[in-house]
């Protein structure tokens, strides 16, 4: 019959992925002729618990290439887009009510995936896809080997050293023969 113990450690006990697909308008100030191109750079986010769900708190920057003045003109300009997401994890198991780690990660970072103009605005469609880890403490249970193993002879430095004199004095180098 084997005996267990209980092990208190931190582990992961939620876990999940959400997908995000979110619009925005930028006023640029004058009206826009064509978007030429959009890209997203500077990421940052935190999370937080907050009841029992998980506040995701970020930002990203948006670049706006874009033409104007009857395609005669370009401009870039860059916008700061912060954002917050409120997401529900479910956990794998119940566990104290002491303090977790929330760990998110961006599985998909922030992109471009449509841009169109109307008037002195561009609408984008921005697309990201966040994870998130709940990490507390938890207990796991071990099962306990009564019977203890046999120990190992070690060997003294000399006797290591002769026997490894003996292997060298026996092994035969000439032990494959060419055919000529």
């Known amino acids: 019959m084997s005996a267990y113990k209980e092990i208190v450690t931190k582990a992961v006990v939620g876990k999940g ?13 004058t009206p826009v002729d064509t978007v030429l191109g959009a890209w997203v750079i500077n990421h940052k986010f935190s999370g937080k618990e907050v009841g029992k769900k998980i ?3 970020g930002s990203f920057d948006v670049n ?7 395609d005669t003109k370009t401009s870039v300009i860059t916008k700061n887009i912060p954002y ?10 119940s566990i104290d009510s002491g303090e977790r780690d929330i760990i998110v990660r961006s599985l998909k970072g922030p992109s471009c995936i449509s841009a169109k103009e109307d008037g ?12 998130i880890e709940i990490v507390g403490d938890t207990k796991v249970k071990i099962a306990i080997e009564e019977e ?13 050293e002769e026997d490894l004199k003996e292997i060298d004095e026996t092994v035969k180098e000439d032990y494959i023969k060419e055919e000529k």
């Open 17 to 29: 992925k959400k997908y995000y697909k979110n619009t925005y308008t930028i006023d640029v100030g």
């Open 55 to 57: 506040e995701i708190d």
């Open 64 to 70: 706006l290439w874009y033409s104007h003045d009857n």
């Open 84 to 93: 917050t997401e409120l997401v529900m994890v479910s956990q794998k198991e």
């Open 120 to 131: 002195s605005n561009i609408i984008i469609d921005i697309e990201k896809e966040l994870g």
């Open 148 to 160: 203890e193993e046999p120990w190992d002879e070690i060997k003294d430095e000399e006797k290591i």
